[in-house]
């Protein structure tokens, strides 16, 4: 059985059940609704990716995390209120059933509590990162590919591990990076990734970066190669980027997204592969990219006749 078990008789309330003791659980509290949504949750991830060294320490975590959210409740009126308040209590009085709601509220749950069972075991120390720590090193970097800066979809998701895996690197949250799966860096350009340790540690604030930057790597990483040889191609989405870009002449990077939403097939205007692109059409000296933020503006620059 579950280590958790809902009373829908018990008006939004479940038993609490001491997740340690998988064979005739023991009522421990009553918990409220939300508090059952998150814990099955996580309990679920850990059960699939974790050895179970953690439920020793899973109740203890839990009230940890329970007396923070009590005590930053009493700061609710306050110029600036606690996180566990914002983050969380705040969620679960208003517009607490819908699903994005649900979601950053489980966001900020699955990061906290993963903190207060920190270390876990996977159960196979060989393999990829387990689905909690993907979720952790996602938010974490605030959906934002290491490699260039764009925002990350969840299905676009891969983690990079810092210091190779087959060096040595190990499957842990600080040797973690979120990239795209068409970013990741492979061979020598992992190599030259790991040597820039000043890039690693923390990405840039996503969405609306100051501006356009990359890492410069020694060894070009698979995407750039892989969207220069898609600019042969007068049908593919670089080739569409670029011929629009040499037709208007200029445009602002706002613009420029919902354009390639709009007009040239690119599927949202946080897909990677805008930026991807872009980037291929800056190196190859396609494009000059001048000013910061939304209103940046991409000249096109024209060979020379």
């Known amino acids: 059985s579950h280590p958790m078990d809902h009373d829908s008789n018990s008006s ?17 509290r009553k918990l409220k609704g939300h508090e059952a949504i998150h ?14 060294s953690w439920q020793d320490h899973f109740a203890a975590a839990f009230d940890k ?13 306050a110029p600036n209120p606690g996180p566990f308040w914002t983050n969380y209590d705040a969620r679960t009085r208003t517009d607490s059933d819908r699903a994005e709601t649900i979601r950053l509220r489980h966001g900020f749950f699955s990061e906290k509590m993963l903190a207060f069972l920190y270390p876990l075991q996977l159960k196979d120390p060989i393999r990829l990162y387990g689905e909690l720590e993907r979720e952790m090193i996602y938010f974490r970097d605030k959906k934002c590919c290491a490699v260039c800066s764009g925002e990350i979809l969840w299905t676009e998701l891969e983690i990079h591990h810092v210091k190779q895996h087959v060096d040595g690197g190990p499957t842990t949250l600080e040797n973690g990076l979120a990239v795209h799966r068409h ?21 840039p604030e996503p969405h609306q970066p ?4 990359y890492p410069e790597l020694d060894d070009e990483p698979e995407y750039i190669r892989t969207y ?5 191609n007068p049908d593919s ?21 919902r354009v390639c ?7 949202s205007e946080t897909s990677g592969s805008i930026g991807a692109s872009l980037r291929v059409l800056q190196l190859d000296g396609h494009v000059e990219i001048t000013g910061r933020g939304e209103d940046r503006t991409i000249l096109s620059i024209q060979p020379t006749k």
């Not at 949750?41 to 699939?48: I, K, W």
């Not at 100051?210 to 930057?213: A, H, I, N, P, Y």
């Not at 939403?261 to 599927?267: H, Q």
């Open 237 to 257: 989405l670089p080739s569409k980027m670029k011929k629009h870009i040499e037709e208007v002449g200029a445009l602002t990077w706002r613009d420029l997204k």
């Open 210 to 213: 100051d501006e356009l930057t």
């Open 183 to 203: 970013c990741h860096p492979k061979g020598a350009a992992a190599i030259a990734f790991q040597a820039r340790p000043t890039e690693l540690t923390r990405r």
């Open 39 to 52: 814990l099955v949750l996580l309990v679920d991830s850990l059960l699939d990716d974790y050895t179970r």
């Open 12 to 28: 939004g309330h479940t038993e609490s059940i001491d997740p340690t003791q998988t064979q005739n659980p023991t009522p421990k």
């Open 65 to 77: 995390f329970m007396n923070s959210v009590g005590k930053d409740k009493a700061t609710r009126y």
């Open 261 to 267: 939403v709009e007009r040239l097939g690119y599927k």
């Open 228 to 232: 220069r040889e898609a600019l042969s």
